[in-house]
């Protein structure tokens, strides 16, 4: 199993070499990854009301979770390719380490705006306005990330399709 040598991957995806176990396991970590943190989110509860960024965010994520798959199964070849789901989990698997990784270094600078915005933070009195200006700003940067990953998930999954 790959974590970070994308190359590598896409010329066994290529060749078509991939066993059903070994996809099953490039599946179970991307299921296992999804599952940890989506009930990670349950350990934090927030304390503020949802706002209209929320629900923006909210359908936002999932336009671009389906809008994205659906241009990776287009750039596979759609009805005519071949082999989707055994070429998506791996890549998807091996692009969310890489992107978890400079998610890091980001999320880093991404605070400096939430420092700007720490009235919101510690509940003083202009904490309304500041956590949706807030809210927003953690929507739009989170959009840029499903954008460039599934951008990179699409150019991945088009090289392997005309390789093979």
Request: glycine residues 8%; without cysteine.
């Amino acid at each position: 199993m790959y974590l970070w040598n994308i190359k590598a991957l896409k010329k066994e995806l290529t060749a078509d070499v991939l066993t059903e176990p070994q996809v099953f396991a490039y599946f179970l970590a991307m299921l296992t990854l999804d599952t940890l943190f989506y009930e990670l989110t349950w350990l934090f509860p927030g304390t503020s009301e949802t706002n209209i960024w929320d629900y923006v965010g909210y359908a936002g994520s999932v336009a671009f979770t389906i809008g994205g798959t659906l241009v990776a199964y287009r750039m596979n070849g759609g009805s005519a390719g071949s082999g989707f789901l055994a070429r998506f989990f791996p890549l998807m698997w091996v692009l969310t380490v890489r992107f978890l990784v400079f998610l890091l270094p980001l999320f880093v600078l991404a605070m400096i705006p939430m420092f700007y915005f720490s009235e919101a933070l510690f509940g003083t009195e202009a904490a309304g306005e500041d956590f949706t200006a807030l809210s927003g700003y953690a929507v739009i940067v989170s959009w840029v990330w499903f954008l460039a990953f599934y951008y990179r998930l699409a150019v991945h999954m088009r090289d392997v399709a005309r390789a093979a």
